[in-house]
Each structure stands twice: as C-alpha cells, then as structure tokens.
C-alpha cells in the first residue's frame, strides 16, 4: 500500500469542519503503527469533543506516541504541548491533525520547521458537507485552508459519507467529484476511505480503497 | 386665529408623571420637536429604558420598545438592524447609561451603531429616590452617600462625552444643558443635529443633556437649575466634542 | 434538497435560516461556537445579519430588539451563557416577543466544565429568569429531530408570541448526522401587527412589559397562564418505545434518551419488559403520555445527565402510581448502558412479580 511511503515524514491532515479528519488520521495511525516509531500530535484547536486525543489509550497500545498537552485533555483552552516542536523536528513519522477549516491556522507557527522536514498536506473532503459538495467548493475551501496554515494542499483525500446512512453510491459519488477536484487543482487524489462492510462493493475503484474500522460516533447512541 | 405655540405631534396628549420643575418635559420637547422639524415621526422607533423616563413610550407619539436597565443601546441595535432605514434613538438616565449599561452604550458607540442616544444626566438616581449616581459630583449629598460623595471611597465622577469621544465609532458626541432659554435652543440645536446624523447614515451620535431633580436634589425648581450651572457645567463642561466629518 | 453530514450545532444555523431567520445575535462559548460562525459565514449570503454582542446580556436585548421590531430572530449559548441571558429573557416572554434560544447545554454549576450535561432542565422548564412565565422548550434527540424542531419553532413562536428554547447537550451540538431540511406543516400565523415598524398610517405599537398597577399586571399574567394551558393542551409530544406491555418504563430525553433505547433493547434480551418514554416537549410537559402507557407497568426509571431534575415531573405525572427511579451522572459525564442497565435489574429483581 502507498502508505509505505510516510516513513520517516511529516504528514498534516487538513479538512473543513467535519470532514472527517480525525477519523481519517486516527484509522492511518493504527495501520501504519508497525512500520515504525509513529507520532500522532492533536493540533485540533477548535473543537471541544472528537478529538484524536481522545483515542489515546487505543493508540498507546498500539506503540503510537500521542502528543497533546497531557494536563488540559478536556480543557476549553487550545494550549498546545511542547512535545509538538521537538516531534516535528525529530526522525519519527509524524501525523499531524489539524481543526477544521480556520483551525489551519495553528500551522502558521509550525511553518518553519513543516518546510524542512518537506512536509505533505492531505485535504479530508466529504462532499456529503456543506461548502464542499462540488469541485468548485472544495477548490474554494482548499485555497481557504492553505491560505490559513500557510502551505499548499499537497493531496486530497476522498471521505465523502453519511454516517450510519453511507452507502457504496455515496462513496462513488463523492470519488468523481474529489477526483475532478483534484485534476483541477493539479494533485494527486490518495484515497477513497470507507467502511468495512462497504469494501466489496468498491473494489473496482481506479484508487486506493482506504478501510477505515474506527469510528467516532458514540457507539452506545442508538 | 395664528398658532404661535402647539404641542409637538411626537408627543401624546397624556400629562407626564414628571414632577413639577423637573427637565425631563424640556427635554421631550426638544426630542419631539427635532423629529417633527425632520419629518420622520412616522418612521421613528424610540427605545425607553429604567429610570425616571421608564414612561417615555406614554408620552412619544411613535413606535417604542421598553427596554431593561441599562440595555436600550443593545436594544436600539437590534431594532436599527432590522430596520436600517429607520430612524431609531434611546433615551436613557445617568444610573442607565453609565453605570449598569456602561457595556452597552461603549460597545454601541464602538460599533458606530446608527442611532442616536438621549443622555439626561442628573446626577442621581430619580426613579429609585435618589442615590448616588455614577455622575454624582464629589462631596454630592444622597441618599446613599448621606456625608457626600468621597472620591477616595468610590471614585470620581464619569465624564461620558469625553469617554465616549474617544471612540471612533462615535461621529456626533455633545454636552449642552438645560438650565436657561439660551442654553435650551443650543440643546434644540445638538439633539436635531444628532437625528441628522443618523438620518444621513453618519454613525452613532449623542447628546449628553445636563438636567436637573428638584425634588431628590432638594432644592426649589429655580436654585436647581442655578445648581446645575454653579456645580454641574465646571465639572461637565458644555460643547461639541466629535462631530461628522471631524478627523481623529 | 439531498442528505447533507451536518454538526448539529451547524445544522441548527442552517434550520433556522430555511425557517426563515435572517438575524443572529451571540457571544462565542464552548461548545456551541459553531452555530455564531456557521451564521457569521451564511447570514450574509440570504441578506442576513450576523452581530457578535459584547456579552450574551446585550446578545438577548439586541434579540428582544429585533424581535419587536418584527423580525425573525435567535440567539445561541451554552448554561453559563444561557445564565446571562435570563433577564433578557424575562423581558422577552413578558412582552410577548417571539424568538428562539438554543442551549446547548454543558456540565456546571458555574463555569464548570465542557462536557455534555442536562443540568439545565430546571432553568429552562421553571422559569429562569424572573416572573410567571414559560418558555416552550423543545428537547431533541437526534440532529434530524432538531432540525425538523427548530424549522417549526419560529411559527410556534410566531404563532404564541413567545420564545422559544431548544435544549440540546453539548453531545447533539458536536456529533454529526445525516440531515434533510423539510417545510414544517404550515400554521395560521396572525400578522405581527404589533411590531415596531413606524406608525405609518396607524397608532403607535409599543413593546412594553412594565405595568405598574397591581391588577392590570395581573391581568396581563392569566393572560399569559392562558397561554401556556392552551400549549399544555395543544403540544404535548413525546414518542413512545417498546412500551405496549413494558413492566419498567424509562423516562429520557435528549441524547441520553438515546442510550436508553440501547438499553431497553438489552434488557428485553434479558427477559425485562423494558419500554421508553422519551419527552420531546419538555415544556409543555408530555403527562398525556403517562395516561397512554398499559396497566403492566410497574415501575418508572429516569435517566438524565443531572443530579435528577425531570424526575420531579415524572413524579408529578405518574402522581403515586408507581415508584419512580432515578439513574444520573453529572457535571458532564455521559451514564453508560451498561450502569443504567444495572440499576433497571436491581429495580425489577426488588418487584415482586
């Protein structure tokens, strides 16, 4: 699988709000955790729940290193770890997921060394979300983000679902939509993200089919 | 038969509750007579707030909201918002807009909301009977501070002209009075400027107009306004202290 | 048009403008901070105002403004916020202005916490603010029901001439669902011919909730209790689940309601007769429903993200008949299935059966 090709990286997942982020890094960390030490850094300084870090112990588990501030998990305060600068400038592969749209913009102070280490800027889309449901938008909405954080989007990642209510149909759709994005903007699409009982049926999609198995979404909600 | 004298159509016919020497009715007058002279009496919405003037919606004869203590600004914006063509204005006390709405009229007036805002200062509270108002001279006597007001205690009287024209929100800031016949046409003169400013889509204006309370303050209707001129205007100083156009 | 994936706090900014809201007036606080910024970017574009207020006390004049002025207008907080605004509320329910608050409700008393609560149930059922008055309070439990709620709430505002609150834990404001925007059922709404627009050609209205003589204000207040017996009658909602032969009804609302579906499934597995009672009018309060509920019941479980608030209404509405139970977590933490399991088979293992 192309993701072999992280090792050793700096890797930034941006999106606009609710693009499904967070899901995307955290299901990238746990399948690239036995390719090496990993580091996933939760910059998410505009949402209150959600966030990567609160898939610490699953994560730990599985050898990731967590970085966020340690004292301030549930807090209502952005404060970002220290840890943050000394990881980035550091060997290990490192997975940074970033806040939605405005929330870019924590990436402006971590621009100098995001430029050394040549770090890639995956855009999450589902065009399922409002401000995204068309090339147009997603065009728009990177220009936003890039301009936010400071560094062009480098690739984009096709997560266009319904929750509970995704079917294969929504996965196909939103694949043409990223896809044409994605000509247009002159880079490579990486993926189409689904769930696992959607797999079977979208094999046959030109790009990689990226499994996703964790989910957010408060499993004790009916 | 010449009509020489008529009550202004912004005013109902209803006998105010004000007592006997007090400004307020001037002060109506001079508010009614600016928006009958402009012509927008029926494009006009009013925004009465807590204090003594808590009837104004009684006696203007237009549209009105009653708004809670010190919130009319807050209020205005809502009403200037949905109505951007109208011409909309408060009328607060000294107790109203400088102390529990001090948030309200700063942020107004830094928003340069489009409305024009009424300050009669007293310096007390009148509604309540009579306690020491943010605007109460040092050494004022209420009933609150019964020995007279000690700066060293609670401060120093709020200048808010002078505050507020720091902000450059606000285009049309002025201090007059109400204690003589000369001093009443330049208030008449200040408050229809300051609807003109609103009308032509200028900015936030105010008038802060010097007035007095007989009865709380003590003192026969006459001496009261000689009060006000002796003790109120070296403290408040009269003028202009931003108007439309002025750079800054 | 089609499905969208929408945050419920975004979903409620786009209800209300197909509900035809077109000001906003708010105070940034967690976790509710997406709805002012949905509205602060989509506003503008239906012609709109969006205006951050210097406090949540101006947020609610500036909406009291608005709203005797005519127009159809909101705000948004979350509890501490939702505290500030009580006087403005007061004001607005005495003058008989139509709006809609929402409160997206976080863990408190105080400045307390961010996580999900509903520790607000009495603030927002009894009162609040000063005075005898009521709001309408909607409780909803999935972002769908939520949209679907707040389009209806400006005509059931309009309709009643009163605010209108919705209540919703911080987990419905930050959770993402599937959602369509559907035209509610049209009401016959009177003109707002009470509204400050300039007296063109009429006598001057005024918004007023001042009264200084004892009887007229009194007058003014049956008025008001007409009002809200005419909701009481009217517009009861709640949905029923699983409860045609249920033993052990349970009593919940919002998210938390949705975990106890979970857990009436369970039990049932388990050989429990379980069934769910789940308020969506919290003001009015569902009683009809508890007169709808089977002559096998045998006892009553509420569960809610508080110390045990609407447990004083299930009580009030089951009037003695059978026990009433109470299961919570609070100051933000969300009862799991398998605690709340736990105290419905300790409660129906002591029945005698």
Same mark, same amino acid.
């Given at each position: 699988m192309k993701f072999t090709g992280l090792t050793g990286g700096k890797l930034v997942i941006v999106g606009a709000y609710g693009s499904g982020k967070t899901e995307?890094?955290?299901?990238?960390?746990l399948q690239i955790a036995d390719l090496g030490p990993l580091a996933l850094v939760d910059l998410d300084i505009v949402n209150p729940y959600f966030r990567s870090r609160d898939a610490t112990e699953l994560l730990e588990e599985r050898g990731v290193e967590v970085v966020y501030n340690r004292e301030f998990r549930d807090a209502d305060l952005p404060a970002l770890s220290a840890r943050t600068d000394a990881v980035l400038a550091g060997g290990d592969t490192t997975i940074l997921d970033v806040g939605g749209d405005d929330g870019a913009r924590v990436l402006g102070r971590y621009k100098p060394l995001l430029l050394r280490s040549r770090a890639q800027v995956w855009m999450v889309v589902n065009c399922f979300r409002p401000f995204t449901a068309d090339p147009e938008g997603i065009i728009a909405t990177a220009r936003r983000i890039g301009e936010k954080a400071g560094l062009p989007i480098t690739a984009l990642v096709n997560n266009s679902n319904l929750a509970r209510e995704t079917a294969a149909g929504h996965v196909r759709q939103g694949a043409s939509i990223v896809r044409a994005a994605a000509e247009r903007m002159g880079i490579p699409l990486v993926c189409h993200c689904c769930r696992p009982r959607l797999a079977d049926q979208l094999s046959d999609l030109e790009d990689e089919l990226f499994i996703m198995e964790l989910s957010l979404f408060p499993a004790d909600i009916t | 038969m010449k009509v020489v004298f008529e009550r202004p159509t912004a005013l109902t016919d209803k006998q105010t509750h004000y007592c006997p020497g007090c400004t307020h009715g001037i002060i109506h007058r001079l508010v009614a007579e600016s928006i009958d002279e402009l012509e927008v009496r029926e494009k006009t919405i009013g925004v009465a707030s807590v204090g003594c003037s808590v009837l104004a919606y009684d006696y203007f004869n237009l549209d009105m909201q009653q708004a809670a203590h010190g919130r009319a600004p807050a209020v205005a914006t809502g009403i200037k918002r949905v109505h951007p063509d109208k011409v909309v204005f408060t009328y607060q006390g000294d107790g109203d807009l400088a102390s529990i709405g001090m948030a309200e009229i700063v942020h107004a007036?830094?928003?340069?909301?489009?409305? /024009?805002?009424?300050?009669?200062?007293? +310096?007390?509270?009148?509604? +309540?009977?009579?306690?020491?108002? =943010?605007? @109460?001279?040092?050494?004022?006597? /209420? +009933? +609150? @501070? =019964?020995?007279?007001?000690k700066a060293e205690h609670c401060g120093y009287p709020i200048r808010m002209a002078e505050l507020l024209s720091t902000l450059q929100g606000a285009v049309s800031v002025a201090r007059v009075s109400v204690h003589d016949i000369p001093n009443i046409i330049k208030a008449k003169k200040a408050i229809k400027k300051a609807f003109e400013t609103q009308i032509k889509g200028e900015g936030f204006a105010i008038v802060e107009v010097l007035s007095t309370c007989p009865t709380n303050w003590g003192l026969p209707p006459l001496d009261a306004l000689k009060w006000l001129k002796e003790n109120m205007i070296p403290y408040y100083p009269l003028g202009e202290y931003r108007t439309p156009g002025e750079v800054k | 048009m089609a499905k969208q994936l929408m945050k419920g706090n975004e979903a409620i900014g786009e209800a209300a403008i197909q509900a035809g809201c077109r000001y906003f007036f708010g105070y940034p606080i967690t976790p509710q901070n997406e709805v002012p910024e949905y509205m602060s970017r989509r506003l503008p574009e239906v012609g709109g105002v969006f205006l951050q207020a210097e406090s949540e006390v101006a947020a609610i004049n500036m909406v009291y403004g608005a709203a005797g002025a005519g127009a159809r207008v909101m705000t948004s907080s979350s509890s501490p916020g939702i505290s500030l605004k009580q006087e403005g509320i007061s004001y607005i329910a005495g003058s008989e202005l139509p709006c809609l608050i929402i409160n997206i409700i976080r863990g408190g008393p105080g400045l307390g916490g961010i996580q999900p609560a509903q520790s607000d149930y009495f603030q927002a059922t009894k009162g609040g603010g000063h005075g005898d008055y009521n709001l309408f309070v909607f409780a909803p439990a999935s972002i769908q029901e939520m949209v679907d709620l707040i389009m209806e709430s400006f005509d059931i505002a309009d309709y009643y001439r009163n605010p209108v609150m919705i209540l919703g834990d911080g987990t419905l404001g930050q959770m993402m669902e599937p959602v369509e925007f559907k035209a509610p059922k049209k009401r016959d709404l009177p003109p707002k011919d009470w509204a400050t627009t300039g007296c063109v050609g009429r006598e001057p209205n005024v918004i007023n909730s001042l009264s200084l003589v004892a009887e007229n204000l009194e007058r003014h207040n049956w008025r008001l209790q007409e009002k809200y017996k005419h909701m009481k009658e009217n517009e009861q909602?709640? !949905?029923?689940?699983?409860?045609e032969d249920a033993e052990l009804v349970m009593v919940a609302y919002g998210t938390t309601a949705r975990i106890v579906k979970s857990v009436v499934n369970k039990l049932r597995e388990q050989g429990i007769k379980a069934g769910l009672l789940r308020p969506i009018t919290i003001f009015p309060y569902p009683v009809k429903a508890f007169a709808l509920l089977p002559e096998t019941v045998k006892a009553f479980l509420t569960v809610e993200m508080s110390a045990g608030q609407m447990v004083e209404d299930v009580r009030l509405a089951v009037?003695?008949?059978?026990?009433?139970?109470?299961?919570?977590?609070?100051?933000?933490?969300?009862?799991?299935?398998? !605690?709340?399991?736990?105290?419905?088979? !300790?409660?129906?293992?002591?029945?005698p059966r």
């Open positions: 995307f890094a955290l299901n990238l960390a | 007036a830094a928003r340069g909301e489009k409305i /024009t805002v009424i300050f009669v200062n007293n +310096t007390i509270y009148g509604m +309540t009977g009579g306690q020491m108002a =943010p605007t @109460s001279l040092v050494g004022q006597k /209420t +009933t +609150t @501070s =019964p020995l007279g007001r | 909602r709640w !949905e029923l689940y699983k409860t009037n003695g008949k059978n026990p009433v139970h109470f299961c919570g977590r609070t100051g933000g933490v969300i009862p799991t299935p398998a !605690e709340i399991t736990k105290v419905a088979m !300790e409660i129906m293992g002591g029945e």
